[in-house]
């Protein structure tokens, strides 16, 4: 998933700066993803840990990682289901299209017609299946995760759900095909959490915690909106132009409230590995961080420059400079 913040091309990076801080055998060490978002960063470590803790504030985020994380024995029939999933007849009374697609009569433009009903009709079936038994939770996040996945490639807009594009755009055309979201099996037990971080923290221990919250103001519950629409799938009634339910507002995106936060996070925390990345635009600056840091044991800093999450080309949007420094600020906790 084309993702705000993504770990994806960094991940082996972080994997890589953890290994020379806390040694290279991490097989009995717990690591926390406390802002795991697409569950890309827990899922490098899963291999490695004995125990990954995955979090998100946001639902449909929680449900990445109840299926990539949290997920960790095989599913048998899994595919049997999803083949099921693509073959039901298409409904048409569902919440997506009734309300994101344009011939509803909603006026937005999220889905083709086509797909918007094929979201609803499999949303729909795992609902049922879920309700009825038929399925186990594990598969039905394995399940719901998919179709997250797989909604999201086929959505018209410019990467992010914060806006649809006025006409629609070749991806948004094809069909949405359902396909697994595979995960890692392995014998140890991993968990998956939908709390904010800093109450989160107060409740859990372990020895390496992974930070890598908003950078910026741009709040994710607004601009994944419609994942969260898919994961949830509660009837609400939709406001403005794009359709938003009401949201969380986290504190990280607040410049007066992101110090105070981070700083809280840092004090509560039992691990004694910290790491953070955070990148040279966000609303605390390098330096605020390092004060922080600092009071509670050994720090230190790493650089990689790194090209920028881009907008999709069909739109015209002008993004100040191709690249970003990405920092990785390191705490040996000791107070
Ligand atoms: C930069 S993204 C993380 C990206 C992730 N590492 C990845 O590679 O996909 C920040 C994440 O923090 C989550 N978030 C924001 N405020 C939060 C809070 N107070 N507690 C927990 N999660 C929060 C957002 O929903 C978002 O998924």
Redesign the pocket.
């Known amino acids: 998933m084309n993702?705000?913040?993504?770990?994806?091309k960094l991940s082996s990076w972080i994997l890589e700066v953890v290994k020379a801080h806390v040694g290279d055998d991490l097989s009995d060490k717990v690591f926390c993803d406390?802002?795991?978002?697409?569950?890309?960063?827990g899922r490098t470590f899963k291999k490695e840990v004995r125990q990954v803790i995955a979090?998100?504030?946001?639902y449909y985020?929680y449900v990445l990682n109840k299926n990539y994380i949290a997920n960790h024995k095989n599913i048998q029939d899994k595919h049997r289901y999803i083949d099921k999933l693509n073959s039901l007849p298409l409904i048409d009374s569902g919440f997506v299209y009734q309300n994101y697609c344009r011939g509803s009569g909603s006026g937005r433009l999220y889905f083709s017609n086509t797909n918007g009903k094929k979201i609803d009709t499999i949303r729909t079936k795992i609902k049922q299946w879920k309700k009825s038994g038929e399925i186990s939770p594990n598969l039905y996040y394995f399940l719901l995760a998919s179709l997250l996945e797989s909604a999201d490639k086929v959505a018209n807009t410019a990467s992010v759900y914060g806006a649809y594009l006025k006409h629609i755009k070749k991806s948004a055309l094809k069909e949405l095909v359902l396909y697994g979201a595979p995960f890692e099996t392995n014998d140890n037990t991993h968990e998956a959490h939908n709390t904010?971080?800093?109450e989160l923290i107060k409740q859990i221990s372990g020895d390496i915690l992974y930070l890598?919250?908003?950078y910026n103001h741009r709040q994710?519950s607004s601009n994944y909106h419609i994942l969260n629409t898919i994961a949830l799938y509660d009837e609400f009634i939709p406001k403005g132009k794009t359709g938003l339910p009401e949201y969380n507002r986290?504190?990280?995106c607040k410049k007066g409230e992101v110090k105070n936060s981070f700083e809280n996070l840092i004090k509560h925390a039992k691990f004694k590995h910290i790491f953070l990345s955070y990148n040279n635009e966000g609303l605390m600056r390098a330096s605020e961080i390092k004060d922080i840091m600092i009071k509670y044991g050994k720090y230190s800093l790493q650089t990689k420059e790194y090209q920028r999450f881009k907008a999709d080309k069909t739109t015209s949007r002008n993004h100040k400079a191709t690249h970003t420094n990405e920092y990785l600020h390191i705490l040996t906790k000791t107070r």
């Not at 979090?55 to 946001?58: A, G, P, R, S, T």
């Open positions: 993702y705000i913040g993504s770990k994806l406390i802002f795991a978002g697409t569950g890309i960063v979090n998100d504030l946001e985020s904010d971080s800093n890598d919250p908003p994710y986290s504190d990280y």
